[in-house]
């Protein structure tokens, strides 16, 4: 009977060390992945989306090298289209180089935008202006949004001055869904020289001007200097920065 008993307390013995084992490996594999998931979300929160640079040009920026721009690592750019002169008449017009600058960009592996300076005084106008440059791109496919920019003209008086701000809102927002009918993005410009705030334009993607304090990823594109210096161009240029 007392060797039964010893007999039975070996087994005993046994199977608890085996289960003893077994927890302790299962507590250090759930650990390592633990580490392991740790590890993971480290990563991407560290790598995040990538911050690449970008300009913004017009006629005024002269004829431009873009493959010494790509060079000069320059990843996207937004490309006036065209406008609305700021006098009584308000004629719409195309800027002379925003094809060439479009497809040269894209040529050279640089993603293409473009913008519209609006001097709209009325619904039927701000949709106008967006049909235009729809018109002017011919079919071509753009990587980047199509943004609605209104300024105040500088030593002179504009169209749009004496246009009460609900309306201002009213006519980026009309260019922008007829833009979106049309099967492009639309975006819309804010700055210190826009009649517009970023706060009335919740629902859309915004292109922001902020000389003083960069914004990390508040908003799709952000212009940071107007003074740049940048490879293939002979003028000062526009600096922007956006993610993807």
Same mark, same amino acid.
């Given at each position: 009977?007392?060797?039964?008993?010893?007999?039975?307390?070996?087994?005993?013995?046994?199977?608890?060390?085996?289960?003893?084992?077994?927890?302790?490996?299962?507590?250090?594999?759930?650990?390592?992945?633990?580490?392991?998931?740790?590890?993971?979300?480290?990563?991407?929160?560290?790598?995040?989306? %990538?911050?690449?640079?970008?300009?913004?040009?017009?006629?005024?920026?002269?004829?431009?090298? !873009?493959?010494?721009?790509?060079?000069?690592?320059?990843?996207?750019?937004?490309?006036?289209?065209?406008?609305?002169?700021?006098?009584?008449?308000?004629?719409?017009?195309?800027?002379?180089?925003?094809?060439?600058?479009?497809?040269?960009?894209?040529?050279? %592996?640089?993603?293409?935008?473009?913008?519209?300076?609006?001097?709209?005084?009325?619904?039927?106008?701000?949709?106008?202006?967006?049909?235009?440059?729809?018109?002017?791109?011919?079919?071509?496919?753009?990587?980047? *949004?199509?943004?609605?920019?209104?300024?105040?003209?500088?030593?002179?008086?504009?169209?749009?001055?004496?246009?009460?701000?609900?309306?201002?809102?009213?006519?980026? %927002?009309?260019?922008?869904?007829?833009?979106?009918?049309?099967?492009?993005?639309?975006?819309?410009?804010?700055?210190?020289?826009?009649?517009?705030?970023?706060?009335?334009?919740?629902?859309?993607?915004? !292109?922001?001007?902020?000389?003083?304090? *960069?914004?990390?990823?508040?908003?799709?594109?952000?212009?940071?200097?107007?003074?740049?210096?940048?490879?293939?161009?002979?003028?000062?240029?526009?600096?922007?920065?956006?993610?993807?």
């Amino acid at each position: 009977m007392k060797k039964v008993f010893v007999f039975i307390l070996i087994v005993i013995t046994a199977v608890f060390a085996v289960s003893c084992e077994e927890t302790k490996t299962s507590a250090q594999a759930e650990n390592i992945t633990k580490t392991e998931s740790d590890a993971v979300t480290q990563t991407k929160t560290k790598s995040g989306p %990538k911050k690449i640079s970008g300009i913004d040009v017009s006629s005024y920026s002269g004829e431009i090298d !873009w493959k010494r721009v790509k060079n000069d690592n320059i990843e996207f750019a937004v490309i006036r289209i065209g406008g609305r002169g700021y006098g009584d008449s308000g004629v719409l017009y195309e800027d002379k180089l925003a094809i060439k600058n479009i497809d040269s960009a894209q040529k050279n %592996k640089i993603k293409a935008g473009a913008y519209f300076y609006s001097q709209a005084t009325s619904e039927k106008e701000a949709k106008e202006e967006a049909r235009f440059a729809v018109n002017l791109l011919n079919g071509r496919k753009l990587e980047l *949004p199509i943004a609605y920019d209104v300024e105040h003209v500088k030593g002179d008086t504009a169209r749009v001055d004496s246009v009460p701000y609900i309306d201002s809102v009213k006519f980026a %927002k009309v260019f922008m869904e007829e833009i979106k009918k049309s099967g492009y993005e639309p975006m819309v410009y804010i700055g210190e020289e826009s009649f517009l705030k970023a706060e009335d334009f919740k629902d859309y993607k915004i !292109w922001y001007a902020d000389y003083k304090q *960069p914004y990390e990823q508040e908003f799709e594109i952000l212009q940071y200097s107007k003074n740049g210096k940048v490879d293939g161009i002979n003028t000062n240029v526009d600096l922007d920065i956006m993610y993807e």
